[in-house]
């Protein structure tokens, strides 16, 4: 899609051209997950696909939403507040427009069209995307007075309270931050970031669709969330803390008897770990050396599959490929896991046996094949 297509479809179904053309990333975390909601550190970078949304105010006083990706369409009158209105992908935009009339801001009616390259459900935010471009259009539109955190802070509210799931802020923030070709090492505690060099040298970063079906996926994901919040109300017995990432791997050794449920005691583990791999894998990065920071990914997959049992045989299958392929130097899932999409890092010039090799494997095990494609690391949400 671009922006002369976009362009052409807006006035087919509004008429005129749109005032503005918005583009918001997806993304994908190269390591710390499932660390956000429990205060420690990750670090996604921004990706080249993602949703861009053409749109023109209105005098109608009508919230127009119309998408290229889905047939539904919505045409809601302007009102002081919405609630989530069955499972429609408008609820993501109408969600965050809810939450910027709350904050006091007056809006006109809008025509929107939405169109996405990202796949959906498949763990590369395309519901962060959405939300963000949203904010981020009403912000130019309406000058409205939003900083880039709040930007992110209000789409993470959009998630947990009008579309139920209790999803951290990485993603969020990932898309309104991101930068080209750099990593983002995001402390979800206290927001401070700092921009980390991704310069894979011979490698590139490719992304492995598993096209698995994210099924009860939000509900997994806040089960996850439930578990920690146990653990961690264990631990305090002992330990003044406030996250599950203020206790080190040492402290939660002399700990984790109190805790007294095997389950619950993984999931900590994970968090923990993990936690700790992210300031490893800052050092390697800082020092240039891929092949640390690809051994760490292997390491945060294993976690994430023994540990926090998130990953799933589709992924595993992925990764397992990728242990026994020898320019492959390393892999994980990313995001929130249960399908989705894996990361890899492949030699360059070996992109096309790869692709070729892990689709025939993947094919014989599972029975379907997975979409394998190399990405960069681009800019967070701007104007086009
Ligand atoms: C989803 C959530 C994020 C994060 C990841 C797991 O993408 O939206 O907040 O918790 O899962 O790391």
Known sequence: MNVNAMIKEFSARFGGSPEHIFFCPG??????EHIDYN????MPCAISLGTYMAVSKNKDRLLRFQSLDFSEKAELRLQESYTKTGKGWFNYPLGVINEILHDGNTISGLDMLFYGNLPVGAGLSSSASIEVITIFALKKMFGLN?????????????????????????DQF?????????????????LEYEYLPFETGDYILVIINSNKQRTLADSKYNERFAECGKALKALKKELDVTHLCDIDLTSFEKHRHLINDPVLEKRALHVISENFRVGEAKDALKANDLITFG???????????DWYEVSGKELDTIVEFCKSYKDCIGARMTGAGFGGCAIALVK???????????VEYY???I????DVFASEIGDGVKGL
């Open 39 to 42: 205060g420690g550190k990750v």
């Open 146 to 170: 939003i900083s880039e955190k709040e930007m992110a802070l209000m789409g993470k509210k959009t998630e947990n309270e009008f579309i139920g799931v209790n999803s951290g802020i990485m």
């Open 348 to 358: 360059k010039d070996k992109l096309e046996d790869f692709t070729m090799k892990i």
């Open 295 to 305: 051994k760490l990914m292997y390491a945060s997959h294993q976690s994430l599959k």
């Open 174 to 190: 990932a898309v309104v931050m991101g930068k080209k070709d750099k990593a983002i090492l995001l402390n979800c505690d206290t």
């Open 27 to 32: 993304r994908v975390n190269l390591i710390g």
């Open 367 to 370: 029975g379907y094949k997975p």
């Open 363 to 365: 094919n014989e095990r």
